[in-house]
């Protein structure tokens, strides 16, 4: 089995709410060659934070895809790499 594991920066923590519940994702901006920049968004599960903004982390993910897009969503424990 193949595990994918993200290593990055939680520019932002974003809380977004829809029909009562809350969900929580990690935002951070990623250097490609082809694209130059982009914004990685992933999907946190697991409501226990020990980082903040800034820290450097890594995250487990499963991946999905719809309509030629590419979502994440945390799919074990987040480790914290260098906290700011």
Do not use: C, H
Not at 1 to 22: R, S
Not at 25 to 31: A, F, N
Not at 39 to 66: H, Q
Request: no cysteine.
């Amino acid at each position: 089995m193949t595990k994918v594991v993200i290593t990055t920066t939680a520019e932002l923590i974003l809380k977004k709410e829809y029909e009562g519940e809350t969900t929580t994702y990690i935002q951070s901006i990623q250097k490609t060659e082809k694209r130059g920049f982009e914004v990685l968004k992933i999907k946190l599960t697991d409501s226990i934070m020990n980082f903040k903004e800034g820290d450097i982390v890594s995250i487990p993910v499963k991946l999905s895809a719809m309509n030629s897009q590419i979502f994440y969503t945390q799919n074990g424990k987040i480790e914290v790499i260098k906290g700011n």
